[in-house]
């Protein structure tokens, strides 16, 4: 672009300007028709990446300024030990998890403590109409004692929309996404986090539920 730019000012210069036409400023022979339609070709197309630039660092400018810390908890009371408590949470966990095991990274019946690393795919409206399908990954902690138990959901994590893989929001406290709002605009990553922690409350009611179920015995 520098050097498209300076061709076309120094062409400009009173020893090699004749009857308005632009001129080599070291050869002295007038720019052609071809030549002027290129040079100003290139310079339009230099700006308008320019421009793209400008717009794409501007939407990413202050991304990661983020607000309080997300969770979403609930605490609960049964008449019931900590070793009931504890296997109807683990009975939760295995059916609602499609790889238990892969996704507990904390299991201590005697501590009372369960850590799992989960995802969900909350759906959200967007611009024009179309339905965002997002990937939130997300962190549980149930914490079990006589009588009573925790379930915190935290760490939300937005890693894209469906299979848009530069479309990643990163933390849901982030107030813009973290890909910047060329790529989610402004209004729908809010949209996205609404539903984030809509479908996060609707799991953490249907743990009380299930809590609040005796486990059901196979007699076989």
């Not at 632009?22 to 197309?45: D, E, Q, V």
């Not at 683990?90 to 990274?105: H, L, T, W």
């Not at 402004?186 to 486990?215: G, Q």
């Amino acid at each position: 672009m520098g050097f498209s730019l300076s061709l076309l000012f120094c062409s400009f210069n009173m020893r090699h300007h004749r009857a308005g036409q632009l001129r080599f400023p070291y050869c002295g022979k007038p720019f052609t028709l071809a030549a002027r339609r290129s040079i100003t070709f290139i310079i339009k197309g230099h700006m308008k990446k320019t421009i793209l630039n400008i717009l794409f660092l501007l939407s990413i400018s202050n991304v990661y300024s983020q607000t309080e810390r997300v969770e979403l908890k609930i605490i609960d009371s049964l008449n019931l030990t900590r070793q009931e408590l504890y296997l109807r949470a683990r009975s939760f966990v295995a059916y609602n998890f499609k790889n238990s095991k892969n996704v507990i990274q904390m299991d201590d019946k005697e501590a009372g403590k369960i850590i799992c690393k989960g995802s969900m795919t909350p759906l959200s409206k967007g611009t024009f109409g179309m339905t965002y399908k997002s990937n939130v990954d997300f962190t549980l902690t149930i914490d079990i004692k006589d009588g009573k138990y925790r379930a915190i959901i935290s760490d939300l994590y937005h890693t894209g929309l469906g299979t848009t893989k530069d479309a990643i929001g990163g933390a849901i406290e982030n107030e813009k996404p973290a890909c910047g709002t060329f790529f989610i605009p402004k209004k729908d990553w809010d949209k996205i986090k609404e539903a984030t922690k809509r479908d996060a409350s609707a799991f953490l009611d249907n743990l009380k539920e299930a809590m609040s179920k005796e486990v059901k015995k196979d007699d076989f």
